[in-house]
C-alpha cells in the first residue's frame, strides 16, 4: 500500500518537508516511490506536482492527515474533483 506523506529535511531548526509516495511499511526517511512536492512550514509556501499526485490518488494512494490538510489548503480537492473523501474513508474503515 502507498501512502502520500512528508518526509524531512532542511537543517536543525530549519525543517522542509518534501510530499512523497512511499510504501507504508518504510520509515519516514526511507526511500521514497517519487517526490510530489515540497512544504516550508516557516515560509508557509507549498509547491506540489498535480499530475504525480492524481496519479498516485488514482491508484489508491492514501494521503496522511497533514498532507490531507495541505493539499486541502491548496484548494487541490476542489480544482480536480478528486473522489477522494477523508470522512468517508473512515467510516468505512469503521464498518
Known sequence: MVKLRLKRCGRKQR???RIVAIDVRSRREG???RK????DPIK??????VPAILYFLEK?????GTVYDILRKA??????RVSF???ESKKKNRE
Open 44 to 49: 508557509n509556501q507549498t509547491y506540489s506536482n
Open 31 to 33: 526511500r521514497d516511490l
Open 36 to 39: 510530489v512536492g515540497f512544504y
Open 60 to 64: 489508491g494512494a492514501q494521503p496522511t
Open 75 to 80: 484548494e487541490f480537492f476542489k480544482e480536480f
Open 15 to 17: 525543517a522542509i518537508y
Open 85 to 87: 473523501d477523508k470522512k
